[in-house]
T-cell receptor, first 112, second 114 residues
Framework: DTEVTQTPKHLVMGMTNKKSLKCEQH?????MYWYKQKAKKPPELMFV???????INESVPSRFSPECPNSSLLNLHLHALQPEDSALYLC???????????FGPGTRLTVL | EDKVVQSPLSLVVHEGDTVTLNCSYE??????LLWYKQEKKAPTFLFML????IEKKSGRLSSILDKKELFSILNITATQTGDSAVYLC??????????????FGAGTILRVKS
C-alpha cells in the first residue's frame, strides 16, 4: 500500500461545530504532517508528528488540535473555526530520515 | 527566514513546446530540493535533488540543481495538455529524528493549450 488516504473529502461546518479530519497510511512511515493550503497558495506546514509524538507546531491556533493515536493514523480535531480557516487540508507522511513526503488527496473544508 | 521563489508565476504554451520552470531558494539548513506536480488535489512527487549538476530525468521531465547559485530548474519537453498543473518547488529543512519540514514556493501555473 503506497498511498495516504484522507476522510472526508469535503466538509462543511458551522463556527460552533466540532469535527475531525482523518488521515491514514500503511507505508510504515514514522513521520506524519498536516498542511493547510489556501486557494492559489502553496501548502503551509501546521504540525509534524514523529514516532507518534508532536514534534513541531507551527504556531497553529488552539482551535486546531492534532492527535496521533498510532503510527498509521493522524487526526485533526476542529472546534470553533472561523470562515478564514476554509482551505484544503493535506496530510503527508515520510520515512524516518526520508526526503520526499507523500501527500493524501486532502479534505476540502468550508467554514460557514 | 527560509524563502523559496519560483518563476514564472504562470505560463501558457502550446502542445509540443518546451518549458523551463525556475526555483531559487534561501534556507538556513538545506538537505534537498523537491519538485511536485499538483493538479486538482494532492501534490504528487516528481524529483528530489541533493547534489549539484546531476540531472534527474523521467520521460519528458528533467531537473537539475545548482547548490552554489541556489537554484533549480525543471524542464518539460514536448508538452502535452496533461502537463497542465501547478508545479511546486520545495526545499527540505531537516528536523533530524523529527522528520523534515518542506518549505514551498508559490508555484508555477502551467497551462498547455491544444
Amino acid at each position: 500500500d503506497t498511498e495516504v488516504t484522507q476522510t472526508p473529502k469535503h466538509l462543511v461546518m458551522g463556527m460552533t461545530n466540532k469535527k475531525s479530519l482523518k488521515c491514514e497510511q500503511h507505508m510504515g512511515h514514522r513521520a506524519m504532517y498536516w498542511y493547510k493550503q489556501k486557494a492559489k497558495k502553496p501548502p503551509e506546514l501546521m504540525f509534524v508528528y514523529s514516532y507518534e509524538k508532536l514534534s513541531i507546531n507551527e504556531s497553529v491556533p488552539s482551535r486546531f488540535s492534532p492527535e496521533c493515536p498510532n503510527s498509521s493514523l493522524l487526526n485533526l480535531h476542529l472546534h470553533a473555526l472561523q470562515p478564514e480557516d476554509s482551505a484544503l487540508y493535506l496530510c503527508a507522511s515520510s520515512q524516518e530520515g526520508g526526503h520526499e513526503q507523500f501527500f493524501g488527496p486532502g479534505t476540502r473544508l468550508t467554514v460557514l | 527566514e527560509d524563502k523559496v521563489v519560483q518563476s514564472p508565476l504562470s505560463l501558457v504554451v502550446h502542445e509540443g513546446d518546451t518549458v523551463t520552470l525556475n526555483c531559487s531558494y534561501e534556507v538556513t539548513n538545506f538537505r534537498s530540493l523537491l519538485w511536485y506536480k499538483q493538479e486538482k488535489k494532492a501534490p504528487t512527487f516528481l524529483f528530489m535533488l541533493t547534489s549539484s549538476g546531476i540531472e534527474k530525468k523521467s520521460g519528458r521531465l528533467s531537473s537539475i540543481l545548482d547548490k552554489k547559485e541556489l537554484f533549480s530548474i525543471l524542464n518539460i519537453t514536448a508538452t502535452q495538455t496533461g502537463d497542465s498543473a501547478v508545479y511546486l518547488c520545495a526545499v527540505e529543512d531537516p528536523l533530524g529524528e523529527y522528520g523534515n519540514k518542506l518549505v514551498f514556493g508559490a508555484g508555477t501555473i502551467l497551462r498547455v493549450k491544444s
